[in-house]
């Protein structure tokens, strides 16, 4: 009899842990089903098709960073500013070259001669450092400058 007693109280004690347990994952579904009405199958299916549509959120967005990478290089990055005198007196250094270069050192050298009367500006195309037009020692100070930078 106190073996029969034994095994009631075993088995009562398990059916209220079980019951709990059941309480517990109902209350989960109830939360999940508030989210979105439906059957269980149906709930799932919505979760599965938000998921997948992140997914291809995602794959958007590291396809445009890539995208702006590669595009970085061809804006202005690096840009420098020399100021001389082209006469050699000891008047102010009124000339300057500028160099505007993107991310792989093309772009232009712009270059003004200041003098008492007149202002002259040049303009000459840089391709990674380097000019077809001969260069002043200026200009190739300015680009080394902002290659620097």
Request: overall charge positive; some cysteine.
């Amino acid at each position: 009899m106190e073996v029969f007693l034994f095994i009631t109280v075993i088995l009562s004690a398990w059916c209220i842990y079980l019951t709990i347990q059941l309480r517990k994952t109902q209350q989960s579904f109830d939360a999940l089903a508030r989210v979105k009405s439906g059957s269980l199958s149906e709930v799932l299916r919505a979760l599965v098709k938000a998921q997948t549509g992140t997914k291809k959120e995602f794959e958007d967005i590291y396809k445009q960073i890539a995208r702006i990478d590669q595009e970085k290089t061809r804006h202005i990055q690096k840009v420098s500013l020399v100021r001389f005198n082209p006469f050699g007196k000891d008047d102010f250094e009124q000339s300057f070259v500028i160099a505007l270069l993107d991310g792989v050192g093309s772009g232009v050298v712009l270059t003004n001669i200041h003098t008492n009367d007149r202002s002259h500006t040049y303009t000459k195309t840089i391709v990674r450092g380097r000019s077809e037009i001969e260069l002043s020692t200026e200009e190739k100070k300015a680009i080394q400058l902002a290659m620097k930078v």
